[in-house]
C-alpha cells in the first residue's frame, strides 16, 4: 500500500515472509497491520481481523510454524515467517 | 517443560485496573506476577506502540515503571486455573507456567460488542476498537474511507482519532437519537469531568472536519464482494427498528465499516475459577458478584475494572487500588489509611454515576436484533445463521447451552466470546434481560491452547483434566 498510510510509523523496516513472498514493513506493526497493507498482491482471505485484541481469533495464521497465532496482538519481527494459506485454525 | 513460579499475588491483565492493584501490592513488599496476552503493559485504553525490535527504545515504556518485585509476562495467556485458583495455568508459545499464588485479581477487561447485519463478516468491518489498537499499537490504520456505525461515546473518539490519522471518515452512524429524559441525566455527565469534555472536544472536531453524523440511524447492511466496498445505511425508530426508508437509504463508499455497541464484562476466568456470576442487568450480561472490596465468592480472588461491569478506564484503575489495597490486607495484615480509602470510595461513587448515564443514553434497544437477514451468520466461528438459530428456538432451545449443541453455534474457535451477547439476546427476546437465562458454561481451557498445553495441564495431577466442550479443535 502507497507511502501516506505508512508515514507515521516511523522509516525503520523489518523484512518478512508473507505466503512465500518476502516484503519490506514498517517496524513496530502489528502482523495483522502488515497483511493489510500487504494484501494488494496476496491472496483475499475470507476473514481479516475483527476483534484487533486477540478475542475472536479470526486473524490467526501460522507464524514461524507456529499455528493459531492471533496476529493482531503479535508484533512483526525481522525475518518472521507468516503464512495465511491454511492452518492458521489447526492448533 | 513447565515451569512453576510461587508469588503473593498474580494478577491477570495489565490494563488501568491491574496496573494499580500491581502498584499497591509491590509498594507494600508483595511479590507480584502480573500477565497479560499483549506483549507489552497497558491494557486496551492506554495501549502501548509495539516494540520495534530496537533495544533502546524498548525499556522505557510502562514495563520498566514497574518495579523489580514485578514480575511481568507479556504475550503469555491465562488459560484456566485448577483446584480453585491454587493453580493459575499461564500458556507461552505451548509452553506453560503454574503460578501458585496467595492472592488473585483478575482484571482481564471487556470485549466489544456488535450487532450481526448482512456483510458484516467481509474483511474491513471491524470494532472500533481494533482500529484504536492498530492506532495505538502500530502507529496505523491501513484503509482509506470508514463509516463509524454503532452506539456510544466510543464512535466519536474512534472517528476523531482515525480523522487525525489521515483516514477520511464519510460518517458516524449513531442508533440512539437525543431525547427529552436524557436532560435528567445532564449533571451525571458532568460529573465525568475530563471525559465528558473528551466527548465534546470529539464532538467539535468532527463537526469542524464537516463529517455527517446521522442520529437514530443504522447500517442496513454491508456491501462488497471480496472486502467492504461501501455501506446502505438508513433510519431506525425508537426501539432501532427499521423504519421504511421512503428514499432516504443511503449508500456510503468506504473500505472500512467499525461496528461498536458498547462492551461486555469478559468472565470467563472469572466463571472458570468458580466465582459466581449474577446477571447484570444494564450490561445486558453477566459479572462476578463481589464484596465491597471487590472481592469475588471465591476466596482470595478479586475481580476488578471492566471484566466486573464495564464502568471505564477511571471506575476500573480506582477499583484495582482498593483491590490492591484489600489484597495488601489480607497477606499482611497492614490496612489502608481511613482518609485515603474513603477519597478513593467518593470517586469511584461519582463516576459510577457519570457511567450510568452513559449507559443509559446509549442503552441498546432490542429492535436491533431485527438487523440480521435469515442468512446472516450470528456465530462468525462456526457459520451459523439466524434462521438456523431461530429454529432451534422454534424447536425448544431455552438455553445458551441447548441452542449450542442444536447448532454449533459458541462452539469454534472463539469459545462463543464473540456470540454468546448475541445468542442470549436473541433468547431472551424484547426484554434483552440477561436474567432469564443462565450464563454460559465455561470449561478449561478458557482460550485454545496445543494439546502440548493440555497435557502438561495432567502432569502430576491426580484427576482427569477437564475435558474441552469444543471437541473439534
Known sequence: MSSPLTESVGAKQVEIVIDGAERLVPAG?????????????????????????????????????????????????????????????DA | MRETVDTDVLIVGAGPAGLNAVREAADSGLDVVVVDENVVPGGQITRQRLPTGDPAGERDGLESKLGAAVRYMGATTCIGFRRGREEALLAKDGEVTVVHARAVVLAVGALERTRPLPGWTLPGVMTAGAAQTMLKGSGLVPFRRAVVAGSGPLLLAAATQLLRAGVKVQAVVEASRPRVGHVREVPRLLGGGSVFVD????????GLRGVPVFTGWGVRRVIGTSSVEGVEIGPLDRNWMPRATNGSARILDCDLVLL???????????????????????????????????????PGVWAVGDCAGVEGAQVSALEGTVAGLAVVERLTGRAAPRARSGRVQRRLRRLRAFERAVASVWKTQSGSTSWAADDTTICRCEGTTLSDLEAAIRD??????????????????????????????????KDLAPKTIAPPSIRFPVRPASAGAIAQYAVGDDTAPPRREDSSS
Open chain 1, 29 to 89: 506493526v502489528s502482523v495483522a497491520v502488515a497483511l493489510l497493507l500487504a494484501r494488494a498482491d496476496a491472496t483475499a482471505p475470507s476473514r481479516t481481523v475483527f476483534c484487533g485484541m486477540g478475542s475472536c481469533y479470526e486473524c490467526v495464521a501460522v507464524v514461524n510454524g507456529v499455528p493459531g497465532v492471533r496476529t493482531c496482538i503479535t508484533p512483526v519481527a525481522d525475518h518472521m515467517r507468516v503464512d495465511t494459506r491454511g492452518t492458521g485454525n
Open chain 2, 260 to 298: 461498536s455497541f458498547g462492551f461486555t464484562s469478559s468472565t470467563d476466568l472469572a466463571a472458570v475459577i468458580g466465582a459466581r456470576l449474577e446477571p447484570d442487568e444494564a450490561q445486558r450480561s453477566w459479572r462476578p458478584w463481589r464484596s465491597e472490596s471487590f472481592e469475588t465468592s471465591e
Open chain 2, 199 to 206: 466527548g465534546l472536544r470529539y464532538l467539535a472536531t468532527i
Open chain 2, 396 to 429: 425448544g432451545a431455552t438455553s445458551l447451552h441447548s441452542l449450542k449443541l442444536g447448532t454449533r453455534a459458541g462452539m469454534g474457535r472463539c469459545q462463543g466470546r464473540t456470540c454468546t451477547p448475541l445468542l442470549s439476546d436473541l433468547l431472551t427476546g
